[in-house]
Antibody, heavy 118, light 106 residues
Framework: EVQVAESGGGLVQPGGSLRLSCAASGFTFSSHSMSWVRQAPGKGLEWVAY????????YYVDSVEGRFTISRDNAKNSVYLQMNNLRAEDTAVYYCARDDYNKPGDYWGQGTLVTVSS | DIQMTQSPSTLSAFVGDRVTITCRAS??????LAWYQQKPGKAPKFLIY???SLESGVPSRFSGSGSGTEFTLTISSLQPEDFATYYC?????????FGQGTKVEI
């Protein structure tokens, strides 16, 4: 059974940092690309970042470029999102999703809440 | 960036109704469009990819069509469990972008 689970969310002050983790199981992690998607309270879905299975390609939404970094450890079946210089508008539930060329989001985690507030 | 626009934003319907949601892209995305269903407090559920391919396990009352810039999601006979918010997403280029969502209400 495919499982994806995020962790690492919490309350952080503006300008602070947080690192989200996403652990996957039930599939060959090293063969699949992964994305982070977020959803602000009461709002729609926003794609945030993507990393190809071999780590050679990364993409970000403009609003997080230079502040967020996606990485992965295929030996640990995990993908990460390092978030620096956080802003109030980064407050959201962050989801991790398997993201392949044909199927951009067939498996999702339950999400982890990040709240940026003083 | 490619902008995705869904219509309507909210749709009121009865159980048994045929429901159609439209998604328009600001430029051609060929067939690289996915549809998701999301219920309150839950992660999105993957329904359709490549505009018209039904994900395994998704009921056949869901169908997708379109190419280029105009796409539709159709629910042939609305069931109680289908009341949710639906999102389209283009996966033709980065940044991937979602529509703003369509809430299907009773």
């Amino acid at each position: 059974e495919v499982q994806v689970a995020e962790s690492g969310g919490g309350l952080v002050q503006p300008g602070g940092s947080l690192r989200l983790s996403c652990a996957a199981s039930g599939f060959t992690f090293s063969s699949h690309s992964m994305s982070w998607v977020r959803q602000a309270p009461g709002k729609g879905l926003e794609w945030v970042a993507y990393m190809k299975q071999d780590g050679n390609e990364k993409y970000y939404v403009d609003s997080v470029e230079g502040r967020f970094t996606i990485s992965r450890d295929n030996a640990k079946n995990s993908v990460y999102l390092q978030m620096n210089n956080l802003r109030a508008e980064d407050t959201a539930v962050y989801y991790c999703a398997r993201d392949d060329y044909n199927k951009p989001g067939d498996y999702w985690g339950q999400g982890t809440l990040v709240t940026v507030s003083s | 960036d490619i902008q995705m626009t869904q219509s309507p934003s909210t749709l009121s319907a009865f159980v048994g109704d045929r429901v159609t949601i439209t998604c328009r892209a600001s430029q051609s995305i060929s067939i690289w469009l996915a549809w998701y269903q999301q219920k309150p407090g839950k992660a999105p559920k993957f329904l359709i990819y490549k505009a018209s391919s039904l994900e395994s396990g998704v009921p056949s009352r869901f169908s997708g069509s379109g190419s280029g810039t105009e796409f539709t999601l159709t629910i042939s006979s609305l069931q109680p469990e289908d009341f949710a918010t639906y999102y389209c997403q283009q996966h033709n280029t980065f940044p991937r972008t979602f529509g703003q969502g369509t809430k299907v209400e009773i």
